[in-house]
């Protein structure tokens, strides 16, 4: 569980932290899902934090994992409805592997900017499986 400083030092970089889990949500199921995803973003982030990476590269990431959220609840509420049984952990470690997170939806890898950004987002996802499973997280 984070603690009071945790929770100010992470507002102090994402001051809609605790609004994403709503913002990916498109019914109402999603948001306990959304909120785990949450939970199991929280420590990457603080990890990054105390590590004392750049302000610039945390807030990256941070969008990076934004995104990932949304994606995974935009996943399951497409196709793949029988994956709301597994755990925020086990949905993360579905949806990315040693190549990155899944596809995002509304990029176009064709376009050059687009694919740039795809490329970024995969670094931040291959960073989180990496710090999960070595945590154990």
């Known amino acids: ?17 605790d609004e994403w889990p709503e913002e990916w949500m498109g019914v ?12 199991s973003f929280i420590p990457f982030i603080q990890h990054m934090i105390d590590e004392g990476l750049a ?3 945390i807030k990256n ?7 990932l959220g ?3 609840i935009e996943r399951l509420n497409q196709d793949d409805e029988h994956n709301r049984k597994l755990s925020p952990r086990e949905l993360i470690i579905h949806y990315v592997d040693e190549e990155g997170g899944p596809l995002l939806s509304f990029l176009d890898p064709n376009i ?9 987002y995969d670094a931040t996802c291959r960073k ?3 710090f ?5 997280t």
Not at 28 to 39: F, Q, V
Not at 112 to 120: D, N, V
Not at 132 to 136: A, F, I
Request: glycine share 10%; charged share 25%; with cysteine.
């Open 128 to 130: 989180l499986l990496k």
């Open 112 to 120: 050059k900017a687009e694919l740039a950004r795809h490329m970024a």
């Open 55 to 57: 302000a610039k590269t």
């Open 61 to 67: 990431c941070g969008y990076h994992l934004n995104m």
């Open 1 to 17: 569980m984070q603690s009071t400083n945790d929770a100010k030092r992470l507002s102090g970089y994402f001051s809609n932290i």
């Open 70 to 72: 949304g994606e995974i």
């Open 132 to 136: 999960m499973t070595l945590k154990g």
């Open 28 to 39: 109402e199921e999603d948001l306990e899902i959304g909120r785990g995803l949450l939970a």
